[in-house]
């Protein structure tokens, strides 16, 4: 079940993309590519983690592709590794059909505060609801942050 991205021209700002959608639950997500509950870990409503158990439950069917989008330098638009990596899994998905995931880290905070990139893309390719990505997703960069300050 992907769904079709539907495009306007003129093309609207990145707030008026977000707020016309209605993000689909990780649950829902991860239900319709084979993920299991006891497998999935969420947080909150639409931000999740997946357990490696999965990989032994799977180990017997034929491994899949994986895309890693790495280093690069962005445009002078901003376009970067996030934009990419959403544009990507956009184009498997929505426009190939194909069954896809797209695996994003949790920004730093310099983005939050305007130091750098957004680091949830931007127009068509963009992370929803951008506020819970952008300012605590998991926990795990409070959890990098407080370990790295002990050091």
Do not use: W
């Not at 638009?77 to 994003?104: F, N, P, R, V």
């Amino acid at each position: 079940g992907s769904k079709a991205i539907v495009t306007r021209c003129p093309v609207p700002s990145d707030l008026a993309i977000a707020q016309a959608v209605v993000p689909a639950a990780v649950s829902e997500i991860a239900e319709s590519v084979g993920i299991t509950q006891d497998e999935l870990r969420p947080y909150g409503k639409f931000v999740g983690k997946v357990s490696l158990d999965v990989l032994q439950r799977c180990k017997s069917t034929a491994a899949g592709h994986y895309v890693l989008v790495t280093a690069m330098n962005p445009t002078p638009l901003g376009e970067g590794k996030s934009t990419t990596t959403i544009g990507l899994a956009q184009a498997l998905g929505a426009h190939l059909g194909k069954q896809c995931i797209a695996c994003i880290r949790q920004p730093s905070q310099g983005p939050t505060f305007g130091v750098k990139g957004g680091a949830a893309g931007g127009g068509y390719a963009q992370v929803v609801p951008m506020e819970e990505f952008n300012l605590h997703g998991t926990g795990d960069i409070h959890a990098i942050t407080a370990a790295n300050n002990l050091l």
